[in-house]
């Protein structure tokens, strides 16, 4: 395939009637953080790239040395069909200390090791979000519908936000009403990991701008409103080898999709600081509104932390429930990629899959209760989630002052994991 070069892809955008171009990174919070161009002043930095001040990008560099370049991804381009702009997404490349905590390279690292062991990772992505009125203060779901609930006005606003994504190329996807008031749902139709990570956060971008339009708010903060289910963005995932999936099309798991599964729970504790990122997340993740609390998988059971969907008789796919909408995808899926990479390699074996509901299984291990658990469990076991040393401990520091930050302001936990505060509504909403 003939390398893709910067000049046809700034003839393209031009030619389409794009008219700002904006260069973007990645924090270790997954935020997109970038600049903007003028079309015209874009066909250099398309070239050369972007450089920018590493130390006020959470957590590229320190100020004595924070000039840092990002290199566009020429392959990664989305047009916003909302205001004629695009977003290429970009990777750090100096200085090398930089480089090493730039999360999207760090996925690109996993998957290309992965095909070097001859795997191909398919990846997609089901995202939850409310759309909520913010009014006097106050946080409220944009409606009072319930799962495939058709009634509701604002399926208006969430089929815009679908058919925006379909315009900007992210595919068609079904759209429906979930369990929760507000609650909708969108699916990114598997494919590459570093793409789905890319079409993840654009999605984002694109619900966001379609449902301010329309005076509402889509949040992505997972759990917004206790007493009902919370947003999750499950994660599906296959690995291919010689074009075949190694997950099996009959109507159980194959023994390499099992490894697989099996590598992934035995690690669920440490990647849960990664797939579940904030001090809300803990709150999604409690008995009773189809969100994980014990480490066990079984077929079709919302319940379990990895399900095995069998629609029609097939089971080709495992479905990770433990990711929140908040997480950093790129250091999320290459962890988890890897965890189950380990599983397959070692030859794993998971325990037996749970037919009933699962949140009251005394003999299962739990997801971590809290922020601050869950950044201790990632500090002991990065390494068994191929994240490197420095980039575990910048992100362990951002965890840990963010539970500090919230229990100072609100609080113990104990006295307050069952309610949503105004502090969680600042800082996720």
Known sequence: MPKVEALDVWRILKGAGVRRLKFVIVDL???PRGVSFGIDEAKRALEEGVTFDGSSVAKYAEVHESDVTAVPDLSSVYVDPLDRSAWVFCRVEDPP?????DPRSLLARTVERLRERGLEARVGIEVEFFLVRVEGGRVEPADRGGYFDLSQPELKVAEEIEEA???????????????????????????????????????????????????????????????????GAHVHLNFLSGGESLFGRDGSLSAAGLHCLAGILKRA?????????????????VPHHEAPTRLVWGYSNRSALVRVPRYRGLANRIEVREPDPTMNPYLALAALLEAAARGLERGEEPPEPVSGPAYT???????????????????????????????????????????????????????TWNKITEWEYRKYL
């Not at 200390?97 to 905590?101: K, S």
């Not at 504790?269 to 999604?284: E, F, G, H, I």
């Not at 992100?395 to 104990?414: D, F, I, M, Q, T």
């Open 361 to 415: 299984l005394a003999s299962a291990e739990e997801t971590p209760p809290h922020l601050a658990a869950a950044t201790a469990e990632f500090e002991s076991a990065h390494g068994e989630l191929g994240i490197p040393s420095e980039l575990a401990e910048a992100y362990a520091r951002l965890k840990r002052a963010e539970w500090s930050e919230y229990v100072e302001a609100c609080g113990p936990w104990e006295e």
């Open 97 to 101: 200390r930089a480089a090493g905590l």
């Open 165 to 231: 994504a379909e315009a900007a190329g992210l595919g068609g996807s079904k759209v429906h009403h979930e369990v929760a008031p507000g609650q909708y749902e969108y699916n990114l139709p598997a494919g590459d990991p570093v793409r789905a990570a890319d079409s993840f956060l654009f999605f984002k971008h694109l619900a966001s701008e379609v449902a301010r339009a329309r005076g509402l708010r889509a949040t992505f903060m997972p759990k917004p409103f206790w007493g009902v289910n919370g947003s």
């Open 29 to 31: 919070y997954g935020r």
């Open 269 to 285: 504790r440490a990647l849960a600081a990664l797939a579940a990122p904030t001090v809300n997340s803990y709150k999604r993740l």
